[in-house]
């Protein structure tokens, strides 16, 4: 009975970190960033961030940390992860280092500097 007790506690545990976005879902496709509603990926945002270099988290609120590998959004060869970081800015998942799609269910966020930039107010230029 313990056993079933613990992955129920553990189950409820993850959920509560998801809902309380403590940790991003598996799936890219899943997690909608509400504040990016208005981030438009064909403008250059001034900021700290170089717009195309990658950044990864394990919480949409950061801390954000550089990519080791890829380190620059052309270096990416994971088609959903690319589409997904070039359209919105962000996504949910890991990359390999070759820049492939890594496993399933990874928790973390890549996000591209530009938005990194975006999301801390910095102006738009074309």
């Not at 890219?28 to 988290?57: C, H, I, M």
């Not at 990359?95 to 890594?102: H, R, V, Y």
Request: glycine share 12%.
């Amino acid at each position: 009975m313990a056993p079933f007790r613990n992955a129920v506690i553990a189950g409820v545990f993850i959920l509560c970190c998801v809902l309380a976005g403590f940790v991003a879902p598996g799936h890219a496709e899943d997690f909608v960033w509400p504040e990016a509603a208005d981030y438009r990926s064909g403008q250059t945002y001034a900021g700290r961030y170089n717009p195309q270099d990658l950044f990864w988290s394990y919480a949409p609120q950061g801390p954000y940390r550089s990519s080791l590998a890829p380190d620059h959004l052309a270096a990416v060869r994971c088609v959903a992860a690319r589409d997904s970081l070039q359209a919105r800015g962000y996504w949910a998942g890991r990359l390999l280092e070759d820049g492939g799609c890594g496993p399933a269910g990874d928790p973390r966020i890549l996000a591209v500097g530009n938005f990194l930039n975006y999301l801390e107010g910095g102006e738009a230029h074309e």
